[in-house]
């Protein structure tokens, strides 16, 4: 039986989403920091997701990360749709309309391949590292999660949504820039993070541990996958 906590984890995590591939369409610069939109929301689901993976384990971890993949390729769909009908004569905002959601869905099919990817690693990494630290060390847990996720999710994303439309060499900056700022952003909201665990471990009742767990992203559609 899912939890009412689970569900509403779940739905703050595919709106992170869902609103981070919105608005990794506008490319800032702060100094020497190359960033995106994104970075304001996205590293929220990478805490979700920690949060998640060290109450309820991988297997639910993994149900949450497939039903953010969906939910965010069924709104990618759908702003596909919206954009190539064609606007009423009077509305005149087609332009704008399309700056962003015309990019969107080579940005989707980015961030659908990273997101995947970082995803399965981050929540890999913290319940291997659960079960190697016997439950201890959550913080340690929490950041390296976070750095190996994160620095898959760049290592895929940036190129596949940004090659040949940004200068290559703001590339690697930029990869850099999201990966340093988003497990600095972690290491600021640790704190919070903990005494979520921690509270929802109270009311839950649970501390997954997952021993013997089928690591295989695509497990859970099969016949007993969340058993």
Known sequence: MVSVLFMQ?????????????????????????????????????????????EVWGYRRASILIWTGFLTNFAFMMVACIADAIPGAPYWENEEGFHAIFG?????????????????????????????????????????????WGE???SLFFFPLAFYGVLPN?????????QLVLKTVYEIIVLPITIRVVNRVKDL???????????????????????Q
Do not use: W
């Not at 969107?104 to 990273?114: D, N, Q």
């Not at 995803?119 to 929490?142: C, E, H, Q, T």
């Open 9 to 53: 984890f779940s739905i703050i995590f595919t709106v992170c989403l869902i609103a981070s591939n919105i608005l990794e369409t506008k490319q800032m610069v702060f100094g020497p920091l190359h960033l995106t939109g994104g970075l304001l929301v996205f590293p929220i689901s990478y805490i979700i997701n920690d949060v998640v993976c």
């Open 103 to 147: 990019l969107t869905p080579r940005i989707a099919l980015a961030s659908f391949v990273s997101f995947i990817v970082g995803s399965f690693v981050n929540a890999y990494v913290m319940s291997r590292m659960k079960i190697a630290d016997r439950g201890k060390r959550f913080p340690l847990r929490a950041i390296m999660s976070t750095v």
């Open 151 to 153: 620095g898959a999710d």
């Open 169 to 177: 060499q703001e590339l690697p900056l930029m990869m850099i820039s």
């Open 204 to 226: 839950e009742g649970e501390d997954v541990y997952d021993n013997g767990v089928n690591y295989n992203i695509f497990a859970i559609f099969k016949k007993g996958g969340e």
